[in-house]
């Protein structure tokens, strides 16, 4: 499996997290972890981790692929706060 290492800053949004399939011969794949990531980001948390499914096809059928992530925010001393 491989492992992807990102540090990313976002000042201020909208952010985009996409990572491309694995699979050389997977068409239109890929993972969209933007909902997931901005939501742990709103929601302050350090630390976020879950897994993501390749929407992608091999041939006729679905890749399927599972792309496990695990993400940890700094904050800077202005975080996200909830909306007032
Ligand atoms: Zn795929």
Known sequence: MS??????????GPA?????CGE???RDGG????WEILGA???GNPKFEGE???????GSAE???ILHYRGSASYRSSPL????
Request: hydrophobic fraction near 35%.
């Open 81 to 84: 706060g909830p909306l007032a």
């Open 16 to 20: 985009l997290f996409e990572i491309e």
């Open 52 to 58: 993501e499914t390749c929407r992608g096809q091999i």
């Open 3 to 12: 492992k992807y290492v990102r540090m990313i800053i976002i000042e201020t």
């Open 63 to 65: 890749c399927g692929r």
């Open 31 to 34: 993972y969209n972890l933007s």
């Open 24 to 26: 050389e011969v997977c």
């Open 41 to 43: 980001l709103h929601r």
